[in-house]
C-alpha cells in the first residue's frame, strides 16, 4: 500500500526566509504532484513532476523530484505572506488511477 | 469557463437522514473522484470512476455510493447520515494523459456537511 508522508505538518515563519518541505513515499513513482489550499478554498494544482530529477520553478516556489530516494522537496525562497497556506503532495502509484495525498504542510509567514 | 461544480456549498442534516451531493465537470474529463477532508487532515479518497459506468472503492467508502451514468456528472450519495460524516467534501476530475500518464485533478470548490 503506498504511503505518502510530508514533514514538517506545521511551520512557521518569517517573512524573507527560506525553508524545505519534505515528501516521501513508500513504493516506486515518477509522478508527484504539489497543491496549494488555501484556507477555506479548494486545491490548486501547482507543479507536476514526472521524471527522477524533475525540477519546476514558479515564483518562490521550486520543487524537486528524486525517485530513487523516493523523496521530493518543496523550496521557499524569501518567503512572502501570500505563500501561507497548506501543501499537499500527491504521488500517483505506477499503472495506478488515483492519487495518494500526504497529510498537508499547513504553512503560515509571519510579517 | 466553470470547471468542477459542487452543489451544495453547506449544508447541516439530522442523524439518519440522507443525501446526494452532486458533482458535475464539463472538461470532458474521463475521471472524476470523491474526497473527503476532516478538519486540520488530509484527503481521503472515498470512491471514484474512470469513465461513464465505471465505478470503484476508495480508502473511506463505508456509508456512501456513487453513480456515473454520464461523463460529466458523478453524484456522492450519503445514506443514514452519521455524525461521524460530519466533513468537507471535495469532487475532482482529471484527464489521464495516458502517454505522458499524467493525473492532474481539478478540484471543485467543496460542500461542508455537518451531521447533527
Known amino acids: 500500500e503506498l504511503k505518502v508522508e510530508q514533514n514538517p505538518l506545521f511551520l512557521s515563519m518569517q517573512e524573507g526566509k527560506n525553508y524545505t518541505i519534505y515528501c516521501n513515499y513508500s513504493t516506486t513513482s515518477d509522478r508527484l504532484y504539489w497543491y496549494r489550499q488555501d484556507p477555506g478554498k479548494s486545491l490548486e494544482s501547482l507543479f507536476v513532476?514526472?521524471?527522477?530529477?524533475a525540477v519546476k520553478q514558479e515564483g518562490r516556489l521550486m520543487a524537486s523530484l528524486d525517485t530513487k530516494a523516493r523523496l521530493s522537496t518543496l523550496h521557499i525562497t524569501a518567503a512572502v505572506h501570500d505563500l501561507s497556506a497548506t501543501y499537499f503532495c500527491?504521488?500517483?502509484?505506477?499503472?495506478?488511477?488515483?492519487?495518494?495525498f500526504g497529510q498537508g504542510t499547513r504553512l503560515t509567514i509571519n510579517p | 469557463n466553470a470547471g468542477v461544480t459542487q452543489t451544495p456549498k453547506f449544508r447541516i442534516l439530522k442523524i439518519g437522514q440522507s443525501m446526494t451531493l452532486q458533482c458535475a465537470q464539463d472538461?470532458?474529463?474521463?475521471?472524476m473522484y470523491w474526497y473527503r477532508q476532516d478538519p486540520g487532515m488530509g484527503l481521503k479518497l472515498i470512491y471514484y470512476?474512470?469513465?461513464?459506468?465505471?465505478?470503484d472503492k476508495g480508502e473511506v467508502p463505508n456509508g456512501y455510493n456513487v453513480s456515473r451514468s454520464t461523463t460529466e456528472d458523478f453524484p456522492l450519495r450519503l445514506e443514514l447520515a452519521a455524525p461521524s460524516q460530519t466533513s468537507v467534501y471535495f469532487c475532482?476530475?482529471?484527464?489521464?494523459?495516458?502517454?505522458?500518464?499524467?493525473?492532474?485533478?481539478?478540484f471543485g470548490a467543496g460542500t461542508r456537511l455537518s451531521v447533527l
Open positions: 472538461m470532458n474529463h474521463n475521471y
Open positions: 513532476l514526472l521524471s527522477n530529477g
Open positions: 470512476s474512470v469513465g461513464a459506468g465505471i465505478t
Open positions: 475532482a476530475s482529471s484527464w489521464r494523459d495516458t502517454k505522458l500518464a499524467k493525473n492532474i485533478q481539478y
Open positions: 500527491a504521488v500517483d502509484a505506477q499503472g495506478a488511477q488515483k492519487l495518494v
